[in-house]
T-cell receptor, first 113, second 118 residues
Framework: GDSVTQMEGPVTLSEEACLTI???????????LFWYVQYPGEGLQLLLK?????DKGSNKGFEATYRKETTSFHLEKGSVQVSDSAVYFC????????????FGAGTTVTVRA | GAVVSQHPSWVICKSGTSVKIECRSL??????MFWYRQFPKQSLMLMAT?????????EQGVEKDKFLINHASLTLSTLTVTSAHPEDSSFYIC??????????????FGEGSRLTVL
């Protein structure tokens, strides 16, 4: 079945450092890929998405590119802020569009001032 | 963005009792809701999909008699953990898709409910 593997945390960074969270997937067909973020005390929010190979999703300074050849969707940000401290989840939905998501385990990111 | 609210955010109960968790879409109509379970340091596991006015569809391995799901209106779905046992202790999260979703994956998530069974 479909699955997502993402980098284990926790990750602790200083402000303005670069952040990369690795995510790889296993799926049949052509899944859509997502990054969700969960800030402390809040529900998961969609951060960015990509629906086909070579698409780049971007939002709030974060980027991720759908790489079919490496089955990856790594999340990157060039300069993090304290407000980026959160848990980040990589997820995929299959090509059938039934909105079922398969999630990675989540990566906790803490940014220190 | 759209708001999905869960209640209670945490609950402690005795073994053998039943616990109900509510998931409400506050500013949109949720035709479909999903219930997830999350174990510590693990990913969210989809338990079931509920569509308003019909029976929930459970994922393989999820006991439908144990986890009762009701989606009686377009703004409310409930998850009832019946005869709870300590192994049911977990973080339960709901998400909703409805008339404000334009494409797959734009689900709105509740804050989660932490259940502890003593």
């Amino acid at each position: 079945g479909d699955s997502v593997t993402q980098m284990e945390g926790p990750v602790t960074l200083s402000e303005e450092a670069c952040l990369t969270i690795n995510c790889t997937y296993t799926a049949t067909g052509y899944p859509s890929l997502f990054w969700y973020v969960q800030y402390p005390g809040e529900g998961l929010q969609l951060l960015l998405k990509a629906t086909k190979a070579d698409d780049k999703g971007s939002n709030k300074g974060f980027e991720a590119t759908y790489r079919k050849e490496t089955t990856s969707f790594h999340l990157e940000k060039g300069s993090v802020q304290v407000s980026d401290s959160a848990v980040y989840f990589c997820a995929l939905s299959d090509q059938y569009g039934d909105y079922k998501l398969s999630f990675g385990a989540g990566t906790t990111v803490t940014v220190r001032a | 963005g759209a708001v999905v609210s869960q209640h209670p955010s945490w609950v402690i109960c005795k073994s053998g009792t039943s616990v109900k968790i509510e998931c409400r879409s506050l500013d949109f109509q949720a035709t479909t809701m999903f219930w997830y379970r999350q174990f510590p340091k693990q990913s969210l596991m989809l338990m079931a999909t509920s569509n308003e006015g019909s029976k929930a569809t459970y994922e393989q391995g999820v006991e439908k008699d144990k986890f009762l799901i009701n989606h009686a209106s377009l703004t409310l779905s409930t998850l009832t953990v019946t005869s709870a046992h300590p192994e049911d202790s977990s973080f339960y999260i709901c998400s909703a898709w409805g008339d404000r979703t334009e494409s797959a994956g734009e689900l709105f998530f509740g804050e989660g409910s932490r259940l502890t069974v003593l």
